[in-house]
């Protein structure tokens, strides 16, 4: 029998877990459990090895990888976000991806993708910022002349020709 494939919704596995746990505690065969709860004969065994190590050791399971990062280290590198990129040997008080995995290297000897920044910086409540409004330094009077002067001397525009069309397409 294939076992029915669940998305990572971890409550449901969690009560999977918990009810599988209660039948193998009350003597059902494993095989029997697996049925029951749709997972491989494998996971049932699992359960009951750990039944029998803990009585609570289902509660104890976290599905996945652990983080490379411990929670001191966590909070060691919200507080350095929060002090500034100044503050930790940048040029700008700009934070990118890439210069806080440089930190993130620096300090704590973990080289992650920006991909995996991210998902450690939105973890510790932050979120990506934008600029509100314009550069201070922006002249709207450069701007328009550009656009009006020098923009459409730079455009290129087709000759007026009087002679036929190479293109297929064209009736000419």
């Not at 409550?11 to 746990?21: F, H, I, N, S, V």
């Not at 709860?37 to 996971?43: A, D, G, K, L, P």
């Not at 008080?93 to 920044?117: D, M, N, P, Q, Y």
């Not at 450690?120 to 600029?131: H, N």
Request: proline fraction near 3%; charged fraction near 35%.
């Amino acid at each position: 029998m294939a076992t029915k494939r669940y998305k990572r919704d971890f409550k449901e596995l969690e009560a999977r877990r918990r009810r599988g746990m209660r039948m193998l505690a009350r003597g059902v065969a494993q095989a029997e459990v697996a049925r029951a709860c749709e997972v491989s004969r494998q996971t049932a065994s699992s359960w009951a090895r750990r039944l029998a190590e803990d009585p609570q050791g289902w509660r104890r399971r976290r599905l996945g990888r652990p983080g490379a990062m411990s929670a001191a280290e966590r909070a060691k590198l919200s507080k350095m976000l929060i002090s500034g990129a100044v503050a930790n040997g940048f040029a700008t008080e700009l934070w990118t991806l890439a210069r806080i995995a440089k930190l993130i290297r620096r300090e704590f000897g973990h080289a992650f993708s920006t991909v995996h920044v991210w998902r450690v910086v939105r973890e510790l409540g932050f979120s990506s910022q934008r600029p509100t409004g314009r550069a201070l330094q922006r002249d709207e009077a450069a701007i328009r002349n550009w656009k009006t002067k020098r923009w459409p001397a730079l455009k290129k525009t087709p000759d007026a020709r009087e002679g036929p069309s190479s293109s297929s397409t064209n009736r000419d």
